[in-house]
């Protein structure tokens, strides 16, 4: 049976304290809140909004399970009625944050790792790497400039940028265009958990070519942000 608990819906709903706010590359902000103690599952998102407002958004979570504060990596959209706002946020300022929700999360003692993102889609592979020091994976990260990498250092050797638009990184082009070079070279191990997230273009295309490979569905694992 549902039961509610009104001390746990006001928790959901009191303001959150705005830690800082960074445009780390054009357009792409680091948004740092306070966590009060809420517990979450590395790869979860939050629903974020503005006290007072009744509009929300989803955000992957960026920061890890140690860390004491909350942190969303957000694209500026031109015309986004919440980004647009909350690019706006200041120190001192509040949002709400709702969940966490969600269940792209790690299997138990995953052998083999391929993650898969596009631009702000790297936000729950950041979390995983934060949250699991020893976890074992490789990750490919397509981006349009090489300022959107946001933070490559934190994931050791096992990171590919595949920057589109302009050169720098490891690999000059679309991701997708990276994986199928790469899959066609050396096959993928039958056992590999793939995670996929960001847009959906990205996501179908990816999709189709590990099953092709030979990836079973039960392995593969998306989380569509549009
Ligand atoms: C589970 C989930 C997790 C998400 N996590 C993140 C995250 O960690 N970081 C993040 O930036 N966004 C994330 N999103 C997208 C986010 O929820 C919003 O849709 C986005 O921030 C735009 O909100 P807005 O109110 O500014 O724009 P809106 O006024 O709602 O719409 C603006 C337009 O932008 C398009 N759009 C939305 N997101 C993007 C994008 N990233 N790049 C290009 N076009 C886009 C929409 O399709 C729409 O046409 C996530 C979405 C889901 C479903």
Redesign the pocket.
Known sequence: MLSFSPAAAAKQLAPLRVLSNTEIAADLFLLRFERNDRSFEPGQ?LAVGLPRETHR????I?SGVNDDFFE????R?P??????RLAELRPGDAVIAEGPE?SFTLPDSPEHLLLVAT??GI?PFHCYARSYPDLSFRLLHGVRTVGERADPAEYGGSYVACVSREMGGEYHGRVTSYLKEELAAHPLDPTTHCFLCG?CDMIYEVYALLHRYGVPLDRLHT????
């Not at 958004?57 to 992957?60: D, I, K, M, N, V």
């Open positions: 998102f958004r989803e955000y992957s960026y969303i990596l957000f694209r959209m015309d986004g009625y919440l980004t647009m969600g631009g702000t936000s847009n989380e569509v942000y549009f």
